[in-house]
């Protein structure tokens, strides 16, 4: 059977902090292939934030290689790299996801702004927001409001508009329902799978809470992909 | 987009901005404002006498002399003969002329003699004739028209009795010959609003029991005698002069400081007026210094305010570097805020600056006997506003570039 390329794959990666020295973090092997929605457990502390970083390029490996789309993003220069993010990565955070100045539509459309090739993937930008908010379960009469004046669980719901839109190859998401309640919790979860999976788009989605398992494809501890070591200097 | 994030995160901002761009606006306001009034001093200084084409004194400094003979500042330490006076006049260059005796005084305002052809030659404000507001031009020997302000300050009418001192802290005086007002003249802004002025005769008149300052005991004139004397000076401070042609100006100069029998001196009173204007001007670069600085404390206050929001504002900026904003964004995005502020900032001020120009204009010209014109921004202040703009925006590089190493160090993961 053909596999398809994986949409991220990591290979011997390490990463030394600056100025930290002796805590690195070594991958030896992570895949994730086209439209899978794979869980990454571990506790904090563990090296997520630092995996995240490198795998959206605002951080490089010393050594090792990071591929997303079938791009190393460690031979990309730091100004390409921020493209190559914006085109191929959306992004959602734990909390304070959005600008709370700007209308809902702006954030959403924000990433576009610095991702032309995804932004051409739309023919209509503002209906295209739309039809996501209305799909993500948005009333469509906050498309104008500022951001700032939702609700904590419409804010994740905006965010993952706003990773969804232009349909990027990888999603990830870090801790985007710890701030959520369980009950919407399950919901944004839903409502983000039947996005994603509409458009084959992989979710790589980082948190501390098993409870969560069931609903993705695949589990992961990062404890078992990761090696953190620290050390006094 | 991204100008409309930028507004959108400053009026998220407002009460902070409002008042940076207040502080900004206050002190575009108080540079253009000191532009506006150093150039209308200027004009109006220039506009004090015009139309005459020598002024002619006991040899002296020109500056000293259009100094006390012009503005009333100083006293002369010399002055001319009746002789030298009608010696000029009889020349054939002179189209006209009219003395001017001064060092007398009327409380705090100076008094000064002159013929009546005074108020015909003496012009202002590019050719501007004196005119009476109230009453008319003295015409008794005891008759005293006084300027603007001498009414106003003293609250003086027409028809009301003067006392003139003699010498310029009054002292001692002229009590015994009392003048009565005849006429109060129109605002001109110029040192005669502040101008008691009688006829020639008159200051002689005064003088009649006086010797070296002092009152000779015991005598006293009466006014019917004095009406009968020979009043015929023997001295006076100063003579303008009006030639027949403008070529001749420099020849009547010369023949007036080459003058045998007494040591004489003639200003051209425009050359006289940039010269005090030189010495003026110093104090004109003091003002705009310190008008300049006034900008540039806004400017770093600005800055401060930039500095001190960039750690409220680090989830932003992780936010468009996670949207694929390179720091040099993050970095434009503080430029581009900053020269917005500085933009609304200088144009307030402009406005500010119109609407107090518009509103203090006349009090001005009352007060001051300056008046400013209310004219479109000229091509020098137009110049102050964009610098103003690309001071802030280059002042606000500094903030930019730690915000742009915090961008680059955060990335787009930022625990608050």
């Not at chain 1, 996005?195 to 993705?216: E, G, I, P």
């Not at chain 2, 300050?153 to 003699?166: K, Q, R």
């Not at chain 2, 002229?174 to 502040?194: A, C, M, N, V």
């Amino acid at each position: 059977m053909n596999e398809p390329a994986p949409v991220l794959e990591l290979n011997d990666v390490r990463y030394r902090w600056p100025g930290r020295a002796l805590f690195e973090l070594h991958v030896p092997q992570m895949a994730l292939a086209q439209g899978e929605t794979v869980l990454l457990l571990g506790e904090s502390g563990s090296g997520k934030s630092t995996l995240l970083s490198l795998i959206c390029g605002t951080i490089v490996a010393q050594s090792g290689k990071v591929s997303v789309a079938g791009t190393d993003i460690s031979s990309l220069s730091s100004g390409k790299r921020d493209r190559f993010r914006a085109e191929q990565i959306g992004l959602i955070f734990q909390q304070f996801n959005l600008l709370p100045f700007a209308s809902v539509q702006d954030n959403i459309l924000l990433p576009l702004r610095f991702a032309p090739d995804r932004a051409k993937r739309v023919a209509s930008h503002g209906d295209e927001a739309d039809r996501l908010c209305g799909d993500l379960g948005l009333p469509r009469d906050l498309m104008g409001a500022r951001a700032g004046t939702l609700s904590v669980g419409q804010q994740q719901r905006v965010a993952a508009a706003r990773a969804l839109i232009g349909t990027p190859p990888l999603i990830v998401a870090d801790e985007p329902t710890s701030s959520l309640d369980a009950a919407t919790q399950v919901a944004f979860l839903d409502v983000l799978f039947a996005q994603s999976r509409t458009n084959a788009t992989t979710v790589l989605m980082v948190s501390h809470d098993a409870r969560l398992a069931d609903q993705f494809d695949r589990v992961i501890q990062i404890a078992d992909i990761a090696k953190t070591t620290r050390g006094i200097a | 987009m991204i100008l409309r994030l930028a507004l959108g995160s400053l009026l998220a901002r407002a009460l902070t901005v409002a008042m940076t761009v207040l502080a900004i606006a206050l002190s575009v306001m108080l540079f253009l404002g000191v532009e506006k009034v150093r150039t209308g001093a200027k004009a109006s200084f220039a506009d004090t006498i015009s139309g005459t084409d020598l002024i002619v004194g006991a040899r002296t400094g020109s500056v000293q002399l259009l100094l006390y003979s012009v503005f009333r500042i100083g006293a002369a330490t010399n002055n001319m003969t009746w002789e030298s006076y009608q010696d000029i006049a009889a020349r054939d260059a002179v189209d006209w002329i009219v003395p001017i005796s001064l060092g007398d005084s009327h409380r705090q305002f100076r008094v000064m003699g002159t013929t009546a052809a005074f108020f015909e030659r003496y012009k202002y404000r590019s050719g501007q004739s004196l005119s009476v507001r109230d009453g008319e031009v003295m015409d008794d020997l005891f008759d005293a028209t006084i300027g603007a302000d001498v009414a106003e300050t003293l609250g003086y009418g027409v028809g009301d009795p003067i006392v003139v001192a003699h010498g310029l802290a009054s002292f001692s005086e002229h009590e015994d010959q009392p003048f009565r007002i005849s006429g109060i003249l129109e605002k001109t802004g110029t040192p005669i609003d502040r101008t008691v002025i009688v006829s020639l005769e008159a200051i002689e008149a005064i003088h009649v029991d006086w010797r070296s300052g002092a009152q000779i005991p015991g005598q006293s004139t009466p006014v019917d005698v004095i009406r009968h004397m020979e009043l015929q000076p023997a001295a006076i401070t100063a003579a303008l002069v009006g030639v027949k042609g403008r070529l001749q100006v420099f020849g009547l100069q010369r023949a007036i400081n080459d003058y045998g029998e007494e040591p004489l001196l003639a200003i051209l009173p425009g050359v006289a007026l940039q010269e005090l204007w030189q010495i003026v001007g110093i104090a004109e670069t003091a003002l705009i210094a310190v008008s300049a600085m006034v900008i540039v404390t806004a400017l770093i206050g600005m800055m401060a305010t930039i500095f001190s929001s960039l750690n409220e504002r680090r989830r932003e900026m992780a936010i468009f570097r996670a949207m694929g904003a390179r720091p040099r964004v993050i970095f434009a995005l503080l430029v581009l805020e900053a020269a917005v502020i500085a933009a609304i900032g200088a144009l307030l001020g402009l406005i500010l600056l119109y609407l107090g120009l518009y509103v203090a204009q006349p009090l001005i010209d009352s007060a001051f006997g300056l008046w400013i014109p209310v004219d479109p921004p000229t091509l020098r202040e137009v110049w102050v506003l964009v610098g103003v703009i690309l001071a802030g925006a280059i002042v606000s590089m500094v903030p930019a570039v730690r915000a742009y190493r915090m961008s680059l160090a955060d990335g787009m993961i930022v625990r608050i």
